[in-house]
């Protein structure tokens, strides 16, 4: 199998000088985890806090783009345990929620992959959270990085004089570092000092989610039928399935062993933004068919709710918040990065890509200005990462419009007409070399007041689309625009999207 991480300009750790920069890392979620690996390799001093007792590597699954695991070609062991677990090779069967085949299997990275591209890499692949964790566990031993458990952090201070920041816990304890990366997820407290506290607003949706073990579901032949692995004799069968409906849609990943399943739906008033909240297979059934014009789902995905165990299904509140530029506290010292800075929808298909990115620009960043210009490479950095990550937030929320309101006439013409967007500009990024290639213009670009939208593109050019003017915009003004019928206004510029998307 050929490895899809390249070896081209490979950095190993020890190639970088020492920057004498201590950084404080909170949080060990993908951002996190990839922050503190990184670290080591530029040069920095690193320190790990987790508020719980343990790195959570609990979950089931998400998609992770290309874009973000650019950075494993500096590790050979991240890169061959990476081919190893990935899910590149899983084929895709699309369905309507009632349980008709809209499209028939085929290789997903064929199906995901835009004109063009290179059929080694396609844009990303489904990934099982626990094997990618663990992937990052191990890099963490291998370096020695000692994660301090049970820290939770419940302020943040800086002091510009001193040219430091402080995290405090729950418990009274202070750790101070010259940097602190705030990677403690929606609701972090940095927000309060970085001024980027956003409004939760409810959608009005969850998503129900849950692993079951095969062994509890094979002697169905109602579900042996409907989620049977895939024929082929090149891989293990491991197949995802769309499942799309009016006002509803659901993802399900059949695994040898195992079924993924994951369904958004209306709000029944149960859930939290929360990994730990449960709820019985009897609710579930009890709401599944609301709101889905009449149509039920299909009788095996109904058996295979009321065969998931007891206390497995978790009901996960969708909610959203608008983008929010100010990332970094007034002096520089602390930052947010991955869902402490945006949070995404699931249909984005880009929370764990984007926080990955997040960690690996910001760690270039302190690298490339080195001690005495820390303050610099956090503004810096955020100015790269703003208005992209405001771009696939709005994608993602298109791509939600299109889940949960097909047109299957245009789907019989050109399968692809709900292939999810994820256009070359996103997987084409390499946070790293574009941080390298471009921090002395953007640090010039801070010296000479110029504001952050009105960066000239022939000095910096965009990892956005290309010509787009980024104008403020609000969630509740693209859901009023959806209901009344309108396609998400995604903006000027060239956004690289399929014919069929449009």
């Known amino acids: 199998m050929t490895s899809i991480i390249p070896d081209t300009d490979v950095m190993p750790v020890g190639s970088y000088p020492k920057t004498g920069i201590d950084v404080l890392i909170v949080g060990t ?39 973000a695991v650019k950075f494993f070609r500096h590790w050979p062991e991240m890169a061959r345990e990476y081919d190893r677990v990935s899910l590149r090779d899983a084929f895709m069967e699309t369905r309507r929620h009632s349980g008709e085949v809209a499209i028939p299997p085929s290789k997903a990275s064929d199906f995901i992959r835009v004109p063009g591209m290179d059929p080694k890499s396609p844009p990303g692949s489904f990934q099982l959270r626990p094997a990618i964790y663990k992937l990052f566990v191990h890099q963490l031993e291998r370096l020695g990085i000692k ?11 800086e002091d510009e004089s001193r040219g430091k920041a402080t995290a405090v816990t729950d418990k009274g304890e202070s750790f101070e570092a010259d940097v602190i990366i705030a990677a403690d997820g929606i609701g972090s407290k940095s927000q309060k000092l970085v001024g980027g506290a956003v409004r939760a607003i409810n ?22 039928e409907g989620f049977a692995l895939a024929q082929t004799d090149e891989t293990d069968g491991t197949i995802a399935r769309p499942w799309l409906g009016p006002g509803t849609y659901a993802m399900t990943l059949r695994l040898p062993d195992s079924v993924i399943w994951l369904i958004n739906h209306e709000s029944t008033g149960s859930s939290e933004e929360n990994w730990h909240n449960y709820i019985e297979p009897a609710e579930v059934l009890a709401n599944m068919d609301n709101g889905t014009g009449g149509v039920p789902w299909a009788p095996a995905f109904k058996e295979l709710v009321r065969r998931t165990p007891q206390n497995t299904i978790v009901n996960f509140a969708l909610n959203w918040r608008d983008p929010q530029p100010s990332w970094a506290s ?30 690996v620009s910001l760690v270039t960043c302190l690298q490339i200005g080195g001690k005495d210009n820390i303050p610099q490479s956090v503004r810096a950095h955020v100015r790269f990462r703003f208005v992209r990550t405001a771009c696939i937030q709005k994608l993602g929320i298109a791509n939600g419009k299109n889940f949960m309101n097909t047109n299957w006439e245009k789907v019989k013409v050109n399968p692809k007409h709900i292939q999810p967007r994820l256009p070359p500009w996103i997987w084409t990024h390499d946070p790293e070399a574009h941080a390298y290639e471009y921090y002395n213009q953007m640090v010039q670009t801070m010296k000479d007041d110029v504001p952050l939208l009105e960066i000239d593109p022939n000095i910096i050019p965009p990892n956005y689309p290309v010509g787009h003017k980024y104008e403020p915009w609000s969630i509740l003004d693209l859901m009023k625009d959806i209901k009344n019928g309108k396609d998400v206004n995604l903006g000027s510029g060239d956004w690289q999207l399929l014919p069929t998307h449009v």
């Open 29 to 67: 979620g993908l951002a996190g985890l990839t922050a503190a690996i990184e670290s080591v390799r530029k040069g920095h001093n690193v320190q790990v806090l987790e508020r719980d007792s343990d790195i959570n590597n609990s979950g089931d699954m998400f998609f992770m783009g290309h874009s």
């Open 147 to 157: 994660v301090q458990f049970g820290k939770r952090v419940v302020d943040y201070y």
């Open 330 to 359: 007034p002096g520089g010292r602390v930052v947010n990065i991955g869902d402490a800075a945006h949070s995404y929808m699931p249909t984005s298909g880009n929370g764990a890509t984007q926080a990955m990115e997040d960690a």
């Open 203 to 224: 959608s009005g949706r969850e998503m129900w989610r849950a692993i079951v073990p095969w062994s509890l579901l094979e002697d169905s032949p109602e579900i042996s």
